[in-house]
Structures are given as structure tokens and as C-alpha cells.
């Protein structure tokens, strides 16, 4: 994310050479990856994926809709119409969706207000395109400074229940739930039948324990410095139960694979057990 977002030190090229070297089928696109402000560049790296038989499914950004400043989110609108249109330019059929940050001094009922109304104005451009908008219950976006606003199940459930709309859905990462200090199965039962792609990963602590994050994640700028990302399978998530679940309602999305924090070789083993996983339970 660094050297892709901030530093520049790897181009986007390079970071496709990498990850076509996977047994994946395609790539999750990243709106914060420097060289995506040059929109000439957005065909460029379709083209560049595509020529190696993969595509860009979907596309990874951080709209934040709960700061008390109406022309704030009105500008953070324009940003995901924007990014609604660079998904539509990769080939994309998904575009993320969050809440915001969850400023000390907002209510549930505001925050969730301010998101839905925010979303529902991005859905009109999204249908137009094609585009399905995906709510992720997220942790927390690498450049933010507060936490995801629903990051809690009941306020995620609640603004999922808020939007009613055929482009819109969720994208289910379990290992975030943990963060939250509640059940990931518990969240999957209770939003099964709106998600429509997921993030598969696995995460484990550095040091201390979730209780310990939890009171640490006030103001941070930036990912919590005590939790890693883990391989896929080795951690606390039970996949067998997940996509038990997931077959139930007739899933048939994409499935994002969140790991790498230790290099290709581990990045390599988790695409294997979600394959496998795959094949058992989509044959």
C-alpha cells in the first residue's frame, strides 16, 4: 500500500507482473494507487491485466460520508462517482462502499443517516454503468484516522437494512467482525442473503489481545499496529462454516484474497486453500 499509494517506489506494472503470477483469476483494483490519478492510465492497465487472461472485477475505495461538513460529503460523493466510473473504465462489475469515520461526537442515527443518504446518491450512476456498490464491514481504511462507523454489526445491519436497491450489496470480510469484538458467522447469518463478494483473509495479533485493540483504536492514524494480516486458513475464521452459508443462499461472487503481508510464497499458499475450499464447495 505504501509503495503503491505514497512512495511511488512500485508502479502499477510491476504490482500486475507480481500478481498474475497467481493461481487467481483476477485482480482487486485499489482507487488510491498513485498512478490512477492519470485516467489515461485506466486503459492502459485494463489492457495490461486482460492481455494476461485475468480481469479487474472490482475496485477497493474509501468514501468517508459521516464528516458533519455537507459540502465534505458532497465532495466525497463526487469522489465515488468517480470512482464508480474508473471501475466502469477497468471492466469493473463492483465498486466498494463505506461508511465513514466514526467521529467521537457522532450519533448512530446521524451516522447512518449521513452514509445512506450519501450511497443512495452514488446509486444512479451506478446502475447506469453496471456498477453494483458493495458495503464492506470494514476495520478501518490504511490512511484514516478513526475507525469505520459500522464497524459494529447492529450499525452495519441497520444501514444495509437502510438501502433497498438491486445494485447495491454487501462484501463480507469475516476476520473484520473479529476486530469488533463479535461472531463473523453471527454477521454472516444475519446479512447472508445481500452479500454479493468477499474478502477472504485471516488475522492474527502481534501482541496482546482484541480487548487491547479495541481500547487503542480512538484516533490512530493509520492500521492498528499490533494486528497483522495472517494466511488464509491458519487464523481464527472457520471457512468450512462460511461457505456453508454462502452455498446456502446461492452465492456466486467474486472471492478477494487479503494476504501478502509476508511475501509472495504465503500470498501463493492462501490462494491454494481458497481454491480448494472453492472446488469443495462450488464443484
Known amino acids: 500500500m505504501q509503495e503503491l499509494c505514497k512512495t511511488g517506489t512500485m508502479s ?11 493461481d487467481v483469476d483476477g485482480l482487486e483494483w485499489y482507487a488510491g ?19 494476461h487472461g485475468k480481469v479487474i472485477p472490482m475496485l477497493c475505495c474509501s468514501p468517508d460520508f459521516t464528516h ?26 463492483y ?38 456498490l458493495i458495503l464492506e464491514n470494514h476495520y478501518k481504511d490504511d490512511f484514516w484516522e478513526y475507525p469505520e462507523f459500522a464497524q459494529k454489526m447492529d450499525v452495519f445491519c441497520e444501514l444495509v437494512d437502510r438501502i433497498q436497491h438491486p445494485f447495491f450489496g454487501v462484501n463480507y470480510d469475516p476476520s473484520n467482525a473479529f476486530l469488533a469484538g463479535e461472531d463473523p458467522l453471527e454477521l454472516l447469518y ?13 488475522r492474527y495479533l502481534i501482541e496482546g489481545t482484541i480487548e487491547d485493540l479495541r ?19 491458519k487464523g481464527l475464521n472457520d471457512y468450512g462454516a462460511i461457505f456453508t452459508e454462502l452455498k446456502r443462499v446461492g452465492f456466486d461472487g467474486w ?5 501478502g503481508v509476508d511475501g509472495m510464497e504465503q500470498l501463493g499458499r492462501s490462494v491454494d486453500f481458497v481454491r480448494k475450499k472453492m472446488r469443495e464447495y462450488w464443484p
Open 12 to 22: 502499477v506494472s510491476e504490482w500486475i507482473e507480481l500478481a498474475v503470477q497467481l
Open 33 to 51: 494507487f498513485l498512478e490512477m490519478k492519470d485516467r489515461k492510465n485506466w486503459k492502459r492497465f485494463r489492457k495490461q491485466v486482460e492481455s
Open 68 to 93: 458533519p461538513d455537507a459540502n465534505f460529503r458532497l465532495r466525497e460523493i463526487e469522489k465515488q462517482m468517480d470512482w464508480i466510473e474508473m471501475t466502469h473504465h477497468l471492466g469493473g462489475t
Open 95 to 132: 465498486c466498494r462502499v463505506l461508511s465513514g469515520q466514526r467521529r467521537p461526537e457522532l450519533s448512530m442515527e446521524e451516522g447512518v443517516d449521513m452514509a445512506a443518504e450519501c450511497i443512495e446518491a452514488c446509486l444512479p450512476l451506478a446502475q447506469f454503468l453496471g456498477v453494483t
Open 190 to 202: 444475519r446479512v447472508s442473503d445481500r452479500v454479493v463478494t468477499m474478502h477472504a483473509s485471516d
Open 215 to 233: 481500547k487503542e483504536e480512538g484516533g490512530a492514524v493509520g492500521y492498528a499496529k499490533r494486528l497483522r494480516h495472517g494466511e488464509i486458513g
Open 255 to 259: 472471492i478477494s484474497i487479503e494476504d
